[in-house]
């Protein structure tokens, strides 16, 4: 597709679970960064992929926390024990090269629900 | 401080109105910003650059000042589909990830 690419669109899961949230840059596209969004809130940065450097993981709030990304492609953000507080939406952006004044692409986001 | 700050409103005004606010940053070495939009239950997507001292498109004006470390979005004859959060974010280094601001509500009323 042309877009950023995010599934699934929604998770519902039950606290203590484990769930993985999928992201599909946009082809070609180096850097890929994950935010959340809690409802009525702001973007909060979580973890920054550029290249082949290390990611910037900062972000991450706990070590519950962790995200990879195969081939320089996909990424998977993996939340381990969901707790309630974890309920948000996920949201995936790609750019072509990473800072420097470029657009970031948004994919539409996975709104997760932690019971 | 925050290294953005925006009022988060909401901004009510009626259709046709002329509508800005601003966006502070703590960063003075910050050189260009980008303002995003953002739709109710959407995902944010690129409205304006702001580099130098400003820039308009179309019925959006944004600037930049410096000296007090301010970027501004004014929008005339406001429509119902400017309804939206406004998002302020300084323009990163390379290798950095961006920064967004908290947003300001803005709401359009017929």
């Known amino acids: 597709g042309a877009g950023v690419s995010q599934s699934p669109s929604n998770k519902v899961t039950e606290k203590g679970k484990d769930v993985e949230l999928r992201c599909d840059p946009i082809?070609?596209?180096?850097?890929l960064y994950w935010y959340r969004q809690s409802l009525g809130q702001g973007l909060e940065f979580l973890i920054y992929?550029?290249?082949?450097?290390?990611?910037?993981k900062s972000g991450l709030p706990s070590d519950r926390f962790s995200a990879e990304r195969t081939g320089g492609s996909v990424s998977t953000l993996t939340i381990q024990r969901t707790q309630q507080e974890d309920s948000a939406v996920y949201l995936c952006a790609s750019s072509l090269y990473g800072g420097g004044g470029e657009k970031l692409f948004f994919g539409s986001g996975t709104q997760l629900s932690v019971l | 401080r925050k290294e953005v700050e925006q009022d988060p409103g909401p901004f009510n005004v009626p259709e046709g109105a002329t509508v800005a606010f601003n966006c502070t940053y703590s960063n003075s070495a910050s050189q260009s910003f980008f303002w995003y939009r953002q739709d109710c239950r959407k995902e944010p997507k690129l409205l304006m650059s702001?580099?130098?001292s400003g820039n308009e498109d179309g019925r959006f004006t944004a600037q930049l000042n410096r000296a007090s470390q301010y970027i501004s979005l004014l929008i005339r004859d406001s429509k119902l589909s400017d309804s939206a959060t406004y998002l302020c974010v300084p323009r990163p280094n390379y290798g950095q990830n961006f920064v967004f601001g908290p947003g300001t509500r803005l709401s359009v009323l017929p």
């Open positions: 082809s070609g596209h180096t850097a």
């Open positions: 702001v580099y130098s």
């Open positions: 992929f550029q290249g082949n450097s290390a990611p910037d």
